[in-house]
């Protein structure tokens, strides 16, 4: 799917639809310096543990999270949001249907 379109207003949250059972994503925009990127999970659906080389912002746009960062434990309901550290493990696992914004930025 293409990246959404430059010089329009978004309403981020309906750029994504939720999917029974799935975790949906959406690119928004993508660059050599970063990329945004939109996500719908479906309650119960997780990313497993990772890490990634740059930090991360999460902002929840609707529902809510457990974000486990190191293994601690943070829940995010609509409108709070968390940086997950670079090179640090974390997941992320919807205690409802959620939608988030993750936005990378690459040093």
């Not at 975790?23 to 497993?48: C, H, M, P, W, Y």
């Not at 990634?52 to 960062?69: C, M, Q, W, Y």
Request: proline share 4%; hydrophobic share 45%; aromatic share 6%.
């Amino acid at each position: 799917m293409a990246t959404a379109p430059k010089s329009e207003i978004l309403k981020m949250a309906e750029l994504v639809n939720y999917q029974d059972g799935s975790v949906v994503s959406r690119q928004i925009t993508k660059a050599d310096a970063g990329n945004v990127t939109l996500f719908a999970f479906d309650k119960d659906q997780e990313l497993s543990e990772h890490t990634a080389p740059f930090d991360a912002l999460v902002h929840v746009l609707d529902g809510s999270t457990e974000i486990k960062i190191s293994g601690k434990a943070f829940e995010l309901t609509t409108g709070e949001a968390i940086i997950m550290p670079a090179n640090e493990p974390h997941a992320v696992r919807a205690l409802t249907r959620f939608k988030m914004l993750l936005t990378m930025i690459r040093n």
